[in-house]
């Protein structure tokens, strides 16, 4: 069966379900209960590319954000003096939002902010550990992101363009790099396995 995300509330209801696949070597998806996956994918996990929207890309620059049209021209610097990372346009060029550390660099929370990077707001005023990795939907309903809660732990999380609605969708493992398909089926994310190793899984 086939399971449509067109929700916030739909992902969260899938998230309540437990189940999470990882790719294996042979391109098949194995699928468990919980979060403990034991299959191994292949190598690689593919590039990280500037993201982009409404003919501009946005990237980070030695902890500033900057703005470039496709064609490499009109660059213009968005933040400054901050260790901003990750930036992700909503879909429609509405807004972005990014990773900034915050508190001396004593923690990172998600923040997003208009195009010109005017009006930046803290979404996580009151998280619990350093989240990264902001993604929004394709639809632009939802955000996903990671929140790195002790060494070696690390989890998947959504919530609502305004901060409201967070929900976890992991736990147990080392989990980063969240997204989500283009048609609304599934969320992927990357989940650490040891050594040096990482695979790709699904839920």
């Not at 010109?116 to 639809?139: E, I, M, Q, V």
């Not at 309903?141 to 967070?166: C, E, K, N, W, Y």
Request: net charge neutral; aromatic share 8%.
């Amino acid at each position: 069966m086939t399971i449509r995300i067109n929700s916030l509330a739909a992902l969260a209801l899938l998230a309540g379900l437990g189940t999470i696949g990882c790719t294996t070597s042979d391109g098949t998806v194995g699928f468990s209960g919980g979060s403990s996956p034991t299959t191994t994918p292949p190598p690689g996990l593919g590039t990280v590319v500037p993201r982009s929207a409404a003919g501009a890309l946005v990237f980070s620059s030695n902890g500033s954000l900057q703005r470039v049209d496709r064609n490499g021209r009109n660059l213009q610097v968005l933040t400054s003096g901050s260790t901003d990372i990750d930036p992700f346009f909503h879909p429609r060029g509405l807004n972005l939002v990014f990773s900034r550390s915050i508190e001396g660099g004593a923690k990172r929370h998600i923040f997003s902010m208009a195009p010109d990077g005017s009006n930046p707001t803290d979404l996580t005023p009151d998280l619990a550990g350093d989240a990264f990795s902001p993604y929004y939907a394709w639809d632009g309903s939802f955000i996903l992101f990671a929140v790195r809660t002790a060494p070696g732990d690390q989890r998947i999380f959504l919530m609502q363009p305004d901060g409201s609605g967070r929900r976890q969708l992991t736990s147990g493992g080392f989990d980063g790099h969240p997204a989500a398909s283009g048609d609304g089926t599934f969320v992927v994310f990357q989940r650490a396995t040891g050594g040096g190793q990482s695979k790709i899984c699904r839920l």
